[in-house]
């Protein structure tokens, strides 16, 4: 229940946790926030994350796995710059979101949870993104699309591929 004497995290998210564990009545609250913050940071949870985490609240690492092995969202690999997430849910597949996953696939030239040589994307297939309405739907990192089309999807990788994704706006 300590702040490591060095840590892995930049300045700024070193001291975001240490404010963090301080909000929580239970220090072990804050976990889950920061395993997003970290992935944010470095990319995916890495093993130093899962060690530093743990000394920062006072827990196991494996207390850390536990919790980690839990959510789809935390990542123990790296993924690409743009990691583009297509929901294959009831209500996305019910509109061809795996017809949108087997393009992206082919567009991309990879499969599911795999990165394209040059680093730039990742591909999963995922559970429900919550935009049944607008199905069939994606995630690019923290940037929603839906009511997609495969010619819609092309636009969405080219502005990517262009840095011109959501983020970037």
Known sequence: MSTPA????????????????????VRRSALVPMLLYSQDEVGYISDAVVEEIAVRIGITPLDVRNVLSYYSMLRTKPVGKYNVQVCTNISCMLKDGYGILDHCKQRLGIGHKEVTPDGL?????????????????????????????????????????????????
């Open 6 to 25: 060095t840590t892995i995290f930049s300045p700024a998210l070193a001291a975001r946790f240490d404010k963090l564990v301080t909000l929580y009545p």
């Open 121 to 169: 994307f990742s591909l999963e297939e995922v559970e429900c993104i919550g935009a049944c309405c607008w199905a069939p739907a994606v995630q690019i990192n923290y940037d929603f699309y839906d009511d997609l089309t495969p010619e819609k999807m092309d636009k969405v990788l080219e502005d990517y591929r262009a840095g011109r994704g959501k983020e970037t706006l």
